[in-house]
């Protein structure tokens, strides 16, 4: 009997997720790294290749209130990601600068299991950088015209909806399709999961996919 508590007592010690929420966190700040690919159409442009990252965080109001205010959530995020693509020979950078503030509805399906739906709204800062043999081409004012042109910015609303899902105690899936109306106005689609291995910190990957685009992104989340 006593080797028994011994051995309970360090399996306690060496996992304390034992302990953990077996529903999903709605307040959290994480930061997130990304990784994406666009496969270029033509042998003279390379494919397009952005890594940059991502900071987030959300808040749920009135949680364990047990008012309709504690089913709100509201979230912010900035993320900044860019690429050097290659165009017949002449490099040509691209920075996107992204963010976005949104308000949420979450409907418990389950204690595990969390369904909501997003509105949001978003604004894109689109920088290109054209190889310098381009502009020394060209006259000053038309230079400056040229730069003008190319940086861009373009806002827009989002709307989404998704499913979290503790499927294990410590190990949460989670699932999204949400569309916006900023540049292109596609469907994007989302899946990923994530492992909290301590009472407030948890980790996870998360597959993305809007139209041609792919994306992958590696996450370090704090949960209050």
Do not use: C
């Amino acid at each position: 009997m006593k080797k028994m508590l011994t051995t309970g007592l360090v399996a306690a010690g060496l996992f304390p997720f034992a302990a953990l929420a077996d529903s999903p966190g709605w307040t959290f700040i994480e930061a997130s790294y990304i990784s994406g690919e666009l496969e270029s159409q033509s042998d003279a442009v390379s494919d397009f290749e952005p890594e940059g990252g991502e900071v987030a965080a959300s808040l749920r109001l009135g949680e364990g209130s047990m008012t309709i205010m504690e089913n709100i959530f509201f979230d912010v995020r900035y993320s900044k990601d860019e690429d050097d693509i290659n165009v017949i020979g002449l490099d040509i950078g691209l920075d996107f600068d992204r963010w976005g503030v949104g308000m949420g509805g979450i409907w418990e399906a389950t204690e595990s299991t969390h369904l909501y739906s997003r509105l949001g709204y978003e604004n894109w800062q689109i920088n290109i950088d054209i190889a310098d043999e381009i502009k020394d081409m060209l006259p000053e004012e038309d230079r400056e015209e040229l730069e003008d042109q190319l940086n861009q910015k373009e806002s827009g609303a989002t709307i989404a909806v998704g499913v979290r899902s503790m499927v294990f105690n410590s190990f949460e899936l989670r699932g999204e399709v949400a569309y916006s109306d900023v540049l292109d106005s596609e469907v994007s689609y989302t899946a990923g999961a994530f492992y909290t291995f301590a009472k407030h910190f948890t980790v996870g990957t998360s597959y993305n996919v809007l139209g041609d685009l792919k994306s992958w992104r590696g996450t370090v989340r704090y949960q209050f």
